[in-house]
C-alpha cells in the first residue's frame, strides 16, 4: 500500500511537471476578457429581440461561414442554418452542398428551415436584416405528399418546390402514410418547448393530416409520441421530420432516448459497483492479514 501511495504522488508530480510547459497561466484568459471579443453587432441586437423559435442565416462574412464551413461565428448570437459543428450529419451536409449553398435560388429550402432573418451587408457594407416572411415556423400541416424512389431524386424534388402546400417523402414510406390523408386548411401546430432533448407542441385539426417538423432527421435515438403513444417518425424534405397527425387535439413529444446512451449508462454502473465491491473486499483482506500478524 505504501508503495502505491509514492508511486500515486510520483506520477502526479510528473504530469503536473509536464502540463505547466504546455498549459501555463499565459494559456488562460479572464472570462470578460473573453466575452468581450463576441459583441453583438446592432443588426444581431435587434433580431434578438425576437424571442420565438427561428433559424438566422448570417452572409456578412460569406457564405462559407453562414453554412458553418468555415467557422461559426454566427452561432454565437442565434440558432444558424449552417449549424456549428464541422462534422455535420451527412445527410445535411448534402443539403448544404446541393441546395443551401446555392442561395438565392435555394430559397424554398431555407422557408422549410424556418430561416426566419437574413442578415446581409448592404453596397455601404453596413448591415442589413431582411426578414424573411416565408419562412414556415416550427411545424405545419401540409396539402399534398409527393413520393420519390431515391435520395438524389429526393434531393432534385426540392428546387423550386412549395414547402408550405407539398412533403416529399421516400418511396419506401409510402406504406406509413394513409392514402387518403385529408387536408384541413385551419389546422395547427404550436411549438410548446424545446429542450433540445426533448421538444413538444400541441395540433388542433379537424382531419387527419401529414405535417412537417423543422427538425433535422435522425433515426438513432428519437422517438416520437401523441399523446404519450409512439407514433413512427417520417423522414421529409431529404433532412426533416414528418408524421401523420389525429383529427382533433393532441400532445406532440419528441424524445432523444439512444439506446447507446442508456446501455452505456448501464455498463458503467455495473462497473462502478464491481469496482466498489472490490475495494470493500481488498480492504477487508488487508484489515484481516493485519489482525492476524498482531
Same mark, same amino acid.
Request: no cysteine.
Given at each position: 500500500? *505504501? ?10 508530480? /510528473?504530469?503536473?511537471?509536464?502540463? *505547466? ?7 488562460? %484568459? ?13 443588426? /444581431?441586437?435587434? #433580431? ?14 460569406g457564405i462559407s461561414v ?42 424554398? *429550402? =431555407?422557408?422549410? &428551415?424556418?430561416?426566419?432573418? @437574413? #442578415? ?26 409527393? =413520393?420519390?424512389n431515391d435520395p438524389r ?14 412533403? #416529399?417523402? =421516400?418511396?419506401? /414510406? ?33 382531419? %387527419?393530416? $401529414?405535417?412537417?417538423?423543422? %427538425? ?10 401523441? /399523446? ?10 431529404? *433532412?426533416?421530420?414528418? &408524421?401523420? @397527425? ?5 400532445? @406532440?413529444?419528441? %424524445?432523444?432516448?439512444?439506446?447507446? $446512451? +442508456? ?23 488487508? +484489515? ?7
Open positions: 500500500m *505504501v508503495a502505491l501511495s509514492i508511486l500515486g504522488v510520483l506520477t502526479f508530480v /510528473d504530469l503536473i511537471a509536464i502540463d *505547466v510547459k504546455y498549459l501555463g497561466e499565459k494559456n488562460y %484568459e479572464e472570462a470578460t476578457a473573453y466575452e468581450a471579443s463576441f459583441q453583438p453587432s446592432a443588426a /444581431d441586437q435587434q #433580431i434578438l429581440h425576437d424571442t420565438s423559435y427561428y433559424r438566422v442565416f448570417d452572409l456578412r462574412q453562414a453554412l458553418g464551413m468555415q467557422g461559426a461565428l454566427p452561432s454565437y448570437f442565434h440558432k444558424s442554418v449552417g449549424g456549428y459543428h464541422p462534422a455535420k450529419l451527412s445527410i445535411y451536409q448534402d443539403l448544404i452542398e446541393n441546395q443551401l449553398s446555392k442561395f438565392p435560388q435555394s430559397l424554398p *429550402v =431555407f422557408n422549410m &428551415l424556418n430561416t426566419k432573418y @437574413i #442578415i446581409q451587408k448592404d453596397q455601404q457594407g453596413a448591415d442589413q436584416v431582411y426578414p424573411n416572411p416565408d419562412a414556415l415556423g416550427a411545424a405545419w400541416f401540409v396539402k399534398a405528399i409527393r =413520393f420519390e431524386s429526393v434531393m432534385n424534388a426540392l428546387t423550386n418546390f412549395s414547402p408550405r402546400d407539398t412533403a #416529399i417523402l =421516400f418511396a419506401a /414510406d409510402k406504406q406509413k402514410v394513409p392514402a387518403n390523408l385529408a387536408t384541413d386548411s385551419t389546422g395547427t401546430i404550436t411549438l410548446l418547448n424545446n429542450d433540445n432533448d426533448i421538444v413538444t407542441y400541441q395540433s388542433n385539426s379537424a382531419a %387527419e393530416g $401529414f405535417a412537417v417538423f423543422s %427538425e433535422v432527421y435522425y433515426d438513432k435515438g428519437w422517438k416520437a409520441y401523441i /399523446d404519450n403513444k409512439e407514433t413512427p417518425i417520417i423522414r421529409t424534405n431529404y *433532412v426533416l421530420r414528418g &408524421l401523420v @397527425i389525429p383529427a382533433g387535439q393532441h400532445q @406532440i413529444r419528441f %424524445e432523444f432516448k439512444p439506446a447507446s $446512451f +442508456y446501455t452505456g449508462q448501464t455498463i458503467t454502473q455495473i462497473a462502478n459497483i464491481i469496482i466498489l465491491l472490490a475495494l470493500i473486499a481488498a480492504a477487508y483482506f488487508v +484489515y484481516r492479514n493485519g489482525r492476524k500478524k498482531n
